[in-house]
């Protein structure tokens, strides 16, 4: 199974209340995925500052001076916001690349969750309420997010494995079903350059989307070409810097409902999940045609 | 008028309340409200009953319905009716996919669209269909009819017994062993009844449609036709 929730605001008022409103969304989808939660928030401004999700097991250690060891590694200023067993870092966008060389240098054990200009990853094991409460998501503010409570059918139940994976800056992607190419098409993008943390076929579906979107296309040019790369089932709903998209496979077996308003668009892998959005009532709501790709830039 | 509010009592009461009125009552109408896309609104429900859920519902509302009309005033999730035995279901809205999905009997009209799969396995049930259906839509389809005023999706009737398809609009493809059939007076006649029937008299004449049914040799196995098994 696994539920996958979506939100990209039109209107600027509701911002404050991103996270809020992602987050009863992901919770009414605890049924679909109990094993893991994951979200992603779209959050800050084009104000030169680059963020680092990261994620630790023994947060305590790890985090405990790495602002400042970090900061002596790349020669700036480094700051570090701790939630739980992540944190996010930010630097000058300019040495973003150098601070993640230094990073895996300097706390090996550290993983990476998220990287880029305004995206914030947070994901781990446990009901998806719990998850959302000890990251705060319901006091987040942003533009668009996007999250996933996760039944783990193709890999462990580990926060790794956890859903949303970034493999790009500010990208990230849910995806609900079972991919059946993924290890050939795995070995085809580690070939081309590509690193994968896990052996998830979720992630693999990111990383050819990075892959794709690195050569040059789209958003919507890359989720076109997955419909004839990718074999399997699938419902992906995609985010990046100033983009979200949906794309369902042809046999579109996984359920996905969308709503729009004039203050937003909305993703559900039930029309539930969307029950308590303002103005539901009066939305424009569909279910995304099979092998169709949707998607909305701000 | 009986009035059940989900938000308050919750499913399990609902469909216990509806299951207690087998047999005589006069409590015959209700009203159920604050849906919300919930699970399996009105299951099992075997009593004359008229029931009118505001909102959407979400996983099977209405199935294995016998007897009652129960109405959707809005959009019907994945296998509305379904298994439905007899009585009627009407949505107001679009309904999800495997809409009527083995259904035996009774009628069931989606006044929007119905996505994929929409009456897969149907073995006697009447479906009427306002806007489009998706693909693979009555795939093994039994026996009963499915009028379609809108445009059917690929692989219409895939693997087809002996269920008869009406399209008013186009159709992407057939599937296998689904083939074009002659419309003869007593399908016209039968067409106008369903139309009736399924509130759509107004919007389509029994003329515009054509009939599709098996081609009858998929299912009645042939040596002939063993490589396409």
Partial sequence: ?298 | MQTFDLATRGLRELNQTLHALRGTTNETAWEIVNAKGSHAIAVGVDAPLDITVRGSTGYYCAGMNKQATIRIDGNAGPGVAENMMSGRVIIEGDASQYAGATGRGGLLVIKGNASSRCGISMKGIDIVVHGSIGHMSAFMAQSGNMVVLGDAGDALGDSLYEARLFVRGSVKSLGADCIEKEMRPAHLAMLAELLERGEASHKAKPEEFRRYGSARKLYTFNVDNAAAY
Avoid at chain 1, 107 to 121: F, H, Q, T, W, Y
Avoid at chain 1, 291 to 296: D, E, G, S
């Fill in chain 1, 1 to 298: 199974m696994c539920g996958i929730v979506g939100l990209f605001l039109k209107d600027k008022t509701l911002e404050p209340q991103l996270g809020a409103l992602l987050a009863e969304m992901l919770v009414t989808m605890t049924d679909r995925g109990p094993d893991s939660a994951g979200i992603a928030i779209y959050g800050g401004a084009d104000d030169g500052i680059a963020k680092i999700t990261v994620q630790s097991v023994q947060p305590d250690v790890d985090f405990a001076s790495l602002a400042a060891d970090l900061g002596a590694a790349i020669g700036a200023t480094v700051s570090l916001r701790r939630k739980s067993s992540h944190a996010v870092l930010e630097m000058p966008m300019n040495q973003l690349e150098a601070a993640r060389a230094a990073l895996s240098a300097l706390r090996p054990d550290v993983k990476v969750m998220s990287a880029g200009d305004n995206l914030e990853i947070y994901k781990e094991v446990g009901l998806p309420k719990d998850v959302a409460s000890r990251f705060e998501i319901a006091q987040m503010s942003g533009t668009h997010g996007i999250g996933h409570t996760r039944m783990a059918t193709e890999s462990a139940v580990t926060t790794m494995g956890a859903h949303p994976f970034s493999t790009g800056p500010d990208q990230c992607l849910v995806h609900n079903g079972s991919l059946s190419n993924h290890n050939s098409l795995r070995r085809t993008l580690v070939r081309e350059g590509m690193t994968f943390e896990t052996q998830n076929d979720s992630e693999v579906a990111a990383a050819y989307l990075t892959h794709k979107m690195k050569e040059g296309a789209n958003l919507g040019e890359a989720m076109e070409a997955s419909l004839s790369d990718l074999d399997g089932f699938f419902t992906f709903v995609v985010g990046t810097k100033d983009g979200f998209g949906v794309v369902r496979d042809p046999i579109a077996c996984k359920p996905a409902v969308m709503a729009e308003t004039d203050q937003y668009v909305a993703f559900g892998s039930e029309y539930r999940a969307m029950v308590n959005l303002p103005g539901i009532e009066t939305a424009r709501v569909w279910e995304p045609e099979p092998a169709t790709v949707y998607f909305w830039n701000h």
